[in-house]
């Protein structure tokens, strides 16, 4: 795929997002869970959150992709991961795995271990969160780490490269880590997407909504340019938001305007370059 | 009731929330909690949440309404809406139903099926989740259709009205049907309410916290007027926020703004006409 | 401690949040988990919250200190909020209590009367929830209460000064109460900080992200510098923000820009004063 063609379908997903309105319901945080909604709303997708195994089900098979962020997990969850994902993956849907607080206690390391299985068409997260569960699936990464410090990174995106594209290459999906310069692969393709604000990392949130969007892109072309234009509408939005924003409450509100309002071509164009790794 | 009349109680029901600060508990979902209390406290209630069976008891006996919103359930809900809802109606309290996400899972269903015994005095959702929930029922509304598509309306709320007014009959209340313009009933009475925003649809919440506040003023006035009060309150300050929101993150928060300073002249003298059906 | 020894103390815990990052976690309600993570971040602070027993405990081992708020209420607390107390006074990591709703329900006082026999660092509330507390725990508050309506405050802060210097002699921190003029004591001193804004009121989730900003400064200084730290905090930022706010909506984001704007010197001279009571 040439940059040009990448930069097509980047505007192509953007556009049918817009037009489509797909539905990409969420297993998702509460703290966050807002913000989620309001990400997906403003890039022009239907967001809809459960909790419950039948209801994680019934959706999933009316749905048109799926979004799954493992932060602030209920002991339900033990029943509706399971069974939302075999839904999905009977019906063929992607969904989006965003992996937080990876290591943090038995459930989730349990349930992501179960992933393994059957697995996301994309991932997000943070570098460190992605080397942890490429290391939790016994995948080579070069690194060593099994669990990561809170919710915020200690890793560079860079450390996380080999890790991201073992995952991608194992999920025969896309990758998408996170940080000053954000790094997405399909396992081959390496891109690298820049832009964005330090102010994203003073909106708790930022991350977690990344992972909707993605998903809601997800519904309308492949798990790669998915998670390609995601970046991309984040690192531009985030960029123009900064420069009128005068602290992390006000850049929130402008972030997700400027998300609503941004041209397809502002995405397509946003300051990206690839190599194969 | 004249026109005239309406207005008035309209402006009443406005000044006295303010006045008085009814305490008006919820039980609601995780997504959009947040606006539904600042949309309370903009118009002048006490919000509070709750989730444990005993909580909801408690508190019903102490509040002076009650709003309960179908979305996100949690296992423990099939024990603290029924002792909740039984104990709004030992109280004589008014209360008011979103049915968000009807006809998805069996515990909503059976919730919702339980309520036709001890019913709200006021329902408010969009047109398909109207229709199906009067269909649940087995009133009359001229509509087949016992579920919805995520959270958004795939009908017109012209196609809702049989449905609204055959559920404000048989709740001896008001049913508020949200869309492009909005119609409240009494079951006899039918107003359209004009104003509001296409925003509101690009921002997670706008009708859950509309239910919210519909319970505010059901605090201070009778159900019909509550709904008409709140339907304008939501379409004044919709209009007017809609004319400085740059997308549906400046939106939300002019909204509330505006909610906060309308007069109660700006909301009863807000676009609307009633009709016999 | 003289007046410049404790704005020093102010100075230094804003720098020392801002430079160190300290991860504090939180249990903490649905209604405002946003801001108060918001919150944390934008003083500086690394925000995680949890609802599980063994991620409370292994959140506990890594954390610099932590913020439990009572406010909405799942069944899993019951085995949660025990573990996750213990786990903490096994490390030595100071906690921040917010006993939102105190007198609804038997789960929560039930857990409130647990922890009397292993205290938080600081207690943070409004007058009534502060009075209701001490009398819980058996304290002499000269005032009977044991419940509070909702979550508003129907008492006033004077009233509570002797039920929060006893709960702050007993647990040997620091006692924050929150009102239109707000009071910290340590048991012996009782310093009144004046600031802030009405319009706070009207915001969810002011009082509950003013104990998680409580948590972070614990993180980095004594119990009682730490409340004083975040109350000026508050005060400084919602006095500024109050002035360019035209509502509840804008006033939110505004103070979360303010504060992460705010020097250090903003902060530790806001007004206050201090005696011997």
Known sequence: MTERELRKKIR??????????????????????????????????????????????????????????????FPVYAETLPRTIRALADAGKPWVLDPVGIGLGSLRTELLRQMKAMPPAIVRGNASEIIALANLWGLDTGVAKDGVRGVDATDSVDSAVMAARALARFIHGAVAVSGAVDVVTDGDVVVRSYGGSPLFTKVTGSGCSLGGVCAV????????????????????????????????????????????????????????????A
């Open 217 to 276: 892109y997800a519904a309308v072309t492949d798990p790669f340019a998915a998670a390609i234009t995601a970046v991309n509408m984040y690192n531009a939005a985030g960029k123009r938001a900064e420069k009128e924003a005068r602290g992390p409450g006000s850049f929130e509100k402008i972030f997700l305007d400027t998300m609503y309002n941004l041209s397809a071509d502002d995405v397509a164009s946003n300051a990206m370059d690839a190599c194969k």
């Open 12 to 73: 192509q997903a953007v556009e049918a997002a817009r037009k489509e309105c797909p539905l990409v319901p969420s297993i998702t945080n509460t703290v966050t869970i807002n913000l989620v909604a309001n990400a997906q709303l403003a890039c022009g997708g239907s967001a809809a959150m459960v909790y419950l195994p039948d209801e994680g089900e019934a959706i999933s098979s009316i749905c048109q992709a799926f979004y799954i962020n493992m932060g602030t997990l």
